[in-house]
Nanobody, 115 residues
């Protein structure tokens, strides 16, 4: 079992920045990939960015050049979000995928970008 706790969300003006953090606890030694997803009102949850245990990153085209995912050990991952746009407004969720394929989710943190 892994528990994930996100922090760092909030209200920011368009063009501003936020840094999301995700702290994992429990069986963190079995985590392979960590990632960030988001869900806007009335929309499905979508991938934002992922990072493997080896440091390989992947991100959706809409955030390339603006968002950066990082990971400092097996437990913590971050999402640096720059040049935020109103369409980035969503609840952001941290995700951990274990080596056996099981996935865990955090409770989410709200990001609101005002125009």
């Amino acid at each position: 079992q892994v528990q994930l706790v996100e922090s760092g969300g909030g209200l920011v003006q368009s063009g501003g920045s936020l840094r999301l953090s995700c702290a994992a606890s429990g069986s963190t030694f079995s985590i392979n990939t960590m990632g960030w997803y988001r869900q806007a009102p009335g929309k499905q949850r979508e991938l934002v960015a992922t990072i493997t245990s080896g440091g390989t990153t992947n991100s959706v085209d809409s955030v390339k050049g603006r968002f950066t995912i990082s990971r400092d050990n097996a437990k913590n991952t971050y999402l640096q979000m720059n040049s935020l746009k109103p369409e980035d407004t969503a609840v952001y969720y941290c995700n951990a995928q274990m080596r056996n394929g099981v996935r865990y989710w955090g409770q989410g943190t709200q990001v609101t970008v005002s125009s």
